[in-house]
């Protein structure tokens, strides 16, 4: 049974997040009613992360399986024409070995969060970034994100309706930069709770913004309480940028140039 890998980029917006739910759209359904439509098969499509609602993503990692052999080239090429016009694009399609997953193989998740730092509202950003209209010192925020770097109960900073078994989590990056008006979170980990990334942000604002002092982000944090957690912010700003797999182990398999006016 052939396993196929995607890189996935999407627009949130629209979507309940990425896990299929009831009465409700997801990345996950749109794409596996997309393979449906090519290939008659009714498959599970597993994700490397669980994207929430209003969430995007730029480098979404995923695998299924089918029955049938497919050439991965023709994949990309067939679900980009069943997605077109969705906020759901297809960035590549390699076959895999069935060793490969995309969730538990996964050894890194890097995620952006994108601050738009002015007073006028958004237009062509709108849903697409967190719209901050006080000023916010990044230097500032740098050093709030240094007290979250390392391995650490987590508690306050995950939702309460977050189902992982430990608030436990080691972060590896935490970086704030300025581009202009623009204001950006970076963060990579083996893996991350629920909400965590916009409790960060929503924080650590807090603190660039100089309502709270530096120290109150370890006093937060040490709470290990979600009602001492800041304001989360917005899913607007949030996108997961790439999935990161261990380079000793090779899952793809190699294909012969894909020959598109071939019939399959």
């Not at 994700?47 to 480098?59: F, I, K, L, Q």
């Not at 849903?127 to 901050?132: D, E, I, K, M, P």
Request: glycine content about 8%.
């Amino acid at each position: 049974m052939p396993r196929y890998k995607l890189l996935i980029e999407y627009d949130g917006r629209p979507f309940s997040g990425w896990q299929r739910q009831d009465n409700a759209p997801s990345v996950m359904e749109l794409i596996e009613d997309s393979i449906y439509t090519f290939t008659h098969e009714r498959i599970t499509l597993f994700g490397a992360g669980r994207t929430d609602s209003g969430v995007h993503a730029t480098g979404q990692v995923a695998h299924f399986d089918l029955e049938r052999d497919w050439h991965s080239q023709k994949i990309t090429a067939a679900l980009n024409f069943f997605l077109k016009e969705t906020g759901v694009a297809v960035l590549g399609a390699w076959k895999v070995t069935g060793e490969f997953d995309s969730r538990f193989k996964a050894v890194k998740r890097y995620y952006r969060y994108r601050i738009c730092n002015r007073r006028a509202p958004l237009t062509f950003e709108m849903g697409r970034a967190w719209q901050y209209s006080f000023p916010i010192d990044v230097e500032l925020m740098q050093q709030g994100a240094d007290r979250l770097i390392g391995h650490h109960d987590f508690t306050t900073f995950r939702a309460t309706a977050c189902q992982a078994k430990s608030p436990w989590r080691t972060m590896e990056m935490l970086r704030v930069s300025r581009e202009g008006e623009w204001v950006y979170l970076d963060a990579m980990a083996r893996s991350f709770l629920h909400n965590q990334i916009r409790s960060f942000v929503g924080s650590l604002a807090e603190v660039g913004s100089g309502r709270k002092p530096v120290d109150w982000i370890t006093e937060s944090l040490e709470a290990r309480d979600r009602q001492a957690c800041g304001p989360v912010a917005p899913p607007d700003g949030l996108y997961l940028t790439r999935v990161d797999y261990r380079e000793d182990e090779v899952y793809e398999i190699v294909e012969e140039p894909w020959r598109g006016h071939k019939k399959d």
